[in-house]
């Protein structure tokens, strides 16, 4: 089991490696369609040794690298981009006043804070969700009422222990979440 967990490792340090190279290519956009494959590919890499080898020693730091890798990386991307195109918002009306036109527009910005905002509330989603994996599938009972006040949306209960379901990871399917009544 460790050689396959070993096998996972390296090949979500290959996919990490490709994603770091379309993130530092300066013609990729972070919604780019081969940006977002690369990084849902290296989530489930993640994923996988978190849910299916959770004692495996490469599986001890894969939630900073899940983190990291795949929600910080393109975090920090949007923010450039936005601090870019809001400093070209700046210096335009100095421009303006000296005959040149814009470069980057208010509806540039507007569609690029939109992406950002989309791009957090998936990620939000995810994360969400994969705390509410975590604690159903390893029976965090005691994790729930904190869930709870956190307004954590949780699966409804169902009859029976559920504490080993998780070994279908590789779907990683979103249960249906709704608040407790």
């Known amino acids: 089991m460790s050689d396959e967990a070993s096998a996972i490792a390296k090949e979500a340090k290959g996919l990490q490696q490709g994603l ?11 919604w780019d369609k081969e940006v977002e494959f690369q990084r849902k590919n290296l989530q489930k890499q993640y994923l996988l040794l978190l849910l299916a080898h959770p004692y495996a020693k490469e ?7 899940l983190w990291m890798q795949t929600s910080y990386a393109l975090i920090s991307v949007y923010k450039q981009r936005i601090a870019t195109v809001e400093r070209a918002l700046r210096e335009s009306g100095a421009q303006k006043q000296q005959g040149r036109g814009p470069r980057h527009g208010p509806v540039e910005q507007r569609k690029l804070l939109q992406r950002f905002k989309q791009f957090l509330a998936n990620e939000e989603k995810f994360w969400t969700q994969l705390i509410v994996r ?13 869930l709870l006040a956190l307004g954590t949306p949780l699966p409804h ?9 998780g070994r279908r990871w590789e779907r990683w399917t979103p249960e249906p979440l709704s608040l407790p009544a």
Not at 59 to 65: C, G
Not at 157 to 163: C, D, M, T, V
Request: charged share 40%.
């Open 20 to 30: 770091k190279e379309f993130l530092t290519a300066k013609s990729r956009d972070p």
């Open 59 to 65: 599986s001890k730091d894969a939630e900073t690298h």
């Open 134 to 146: 975590y604690q159903r599938q390893f029976a965090l009972t005691e994790a729930r009422p904190a």
């Open 157 to 165: 209960r169902r009859g029976g222990s559920r504490a080993r379901c």
